[in-house]
């Protein structure tokens, strides 16, 4: 089945870019949607984005200046790129696969129905 | 952006009794495709989230028929029908019906 694994340095300087990348095993990653996600330390979770396999993106407003996500098909991989952390950065990142279809019939989830194990970045001196 | 409200935030549950939560969104789930793209994932602690529900009530390959899904427009209802000590973590509804995608605050399920 598919799996994902996150990978990137785990400390990342303040106003330094932060990079993660994804790995797909087990599968394609194209006809998919692929999401990083994020968890602050004891807290909820935020969606930063997605990239199709096509190339296509959409971005969490609230980072959209931030942030960069792109995908290599040849290595079957995505990453992402968060631009000028801070502390507020710290936290786990998840990458995942989203099945989204819409007004398609074929009956896609329209959720992410496979996660990595997750990586955590802390942002510090 | 749709705002996600849970609710309870922690719900402590004796072992094979049941246990709902409710997800409540800002405006209304339903896409201009008919469909309603509210999904629950579960997180066990120490554990990445994992899919449930999607579309309101379909539950994911592998869930038990334990965990099921109801509601429509801008209310959604988790329910656990017989609480099992595995079933220990965190829930969050999401929506994926407009973007951003968003979360709920996540409800805690723990054991009596």
């Known amino acids: 089945q598919v799996q994902l694994q996150e990978s990137g340095p785990g400390l990342v300087k303040p106003s330094e870019t932060l990079s993660l990348t994804c790995t797909v095993s087990?599968?394609?990653?194209?006809?998919?949607?692929w999401s990083w996600i994020r968890q602050p330390p004891g807290k909820g979770l935020e969606w930063i984005g997605y990239?199709?396999?096509?190339?296509?993106?959409n971005y969490n407003p609230s980072l959209k200046s931030r942030v960069t996500i792109s995908v290599d098909t040849s290595k079957n991989q995505f990453s992402l790129k968060l631009s000028s952390v801070t502390a507020a950065d710290t936290a786990v990142y998840y990458c995942?696969?989203?099945?989204?279809?819409?007004?398609?019939?074929?009956?896609?989830?329209?959720?992410?129905?496979?996660w990595g194990q997750g990586t955590t970045v802390t942002v510090s001196s | 952006d749709i705002v996600m409200t849970q609710t309870p935030l922690s719900s402590p549950v004796t072992l094979g009794q049941p246990a709902s939560i409710s997800c409540r969104s800002s405006q209304s789930l339903v896409h201009s495709d008919g469909n309603t793209y509210l999904s629950w994932l579960q997180q066990r602690p120490g554990q990445p989230p994992r899919l449930l529900i999607y579309?309101?009530?379909n539950r994911f390959s592998g869930v038990p028929d334990r965990f099921s899904g109801s509601g429509a427009g801008t209310d959604f209802t988790l329910k656990i029908s017989r609480v099992e000590a595995e079933d220990v973590g965190v829930y969050y509804c999401m929506q994926a019906t407009q973007f951003p995608l968003t979360f709920g605050g996540g409800t805690k399920v723990e054991i009596k």
């Open positions: 579309k309101i009530s």
């Open positions: 087990g599968g394609s990653i194209s006809s998919y949607y």
């Open positions: 995942a696969r989203m099945d989204l279809g819409y007004y398609d019939s074929s009956g896609s989830t329209g959720g992410m129905d496979v």
């Open positions: 990239i199709y396999y096509s190339g296509s993106t």
